[in-house]
Each structure stands twice: as C-alpha cells, then as structure tokens.
C-alpha cells in the first residue's frame, strides 16, 4: 500500500495535466521573485561572513601586537605620541587650517 501511496500526486489533478488558471500563474511569477531575493540575501550573506571574519582577524592581530607592546616604554612611545598628535591639531587650530570650528 505504501508503494502505491508514494506514486500517487497530492492533488486530484491527473499528473499530466497543468493548472493555468491566471491566480497560479502569478503565484509562479511571485515565487520567482522570492527566489531571486533569496539568492541575493543568500550571497550577501556569504560576503557577510566573509568581512566579519576578516575582521576577527584584524582584531586578532591587534590583540597579539598589544599583548608584546607591554611596559614603560611603549607606554611613553603611544603617549608621546598621542600628546604631540594634540599638539600639532593645538596648532593648525590656531591658525585656523582644517576642519574644527
């Protein structure tokens, strides 16, 4: 009985014969779309994943660099740094080149 049952269609329509009334046949068009859009999201998807992963990596390697940039040195190295980037943004300010109001 099982047998028969799988080879039976779903519908009471003979398996040969097509329904084209106009309701399936803008149901088919609309399926289509949906299709389409999901292909889309599906690749966006795709290079989604593929950023997020390029990003824990970036992330990842600037963890490691942080982790061996320990100690007084390196600690006055970046505030050198960051006090003289201030300095000369201090500067351009007062004499009013770029953007700051």
């Given at each position: 009985m099982s047998a028969e049952r799988a080879q039976m269609p779903?519908?009471?329509y003979p398996p040969g014969d097509l329904?084209?009334?106009g309701e399936f046949a803008m149901m088919d068009g609309r399926v289509r779309i949906l299709?389409?859009?999901m292909a889309l999201a599906k690749a966006n998807q795709t290079e989604t994943k593929s950023d997020v992963a390029s990003i824990?990596?970036?992330i990842a390697t600037i963890q490691a660099e942080?982790?061996?940039m320990r100690g007084w040195r390196q600690f006055l190295?970046?505030?050198g740094i960051?006090?003289?980037?201030?300095?000369v943004q201090g500067i351009m300010h007062?004499?009013?080149?770029?953007?700051?109001?």
């Open positions: 779903d519908t009471n329904i084209s009334r299709e389409s859009d824990k990596s970036g942080l982790k061996t190295i970046t505030g960051g006090v003289g980037w201030g300095l007062l004499l009013g080149w770029g953007s700051a109001p």
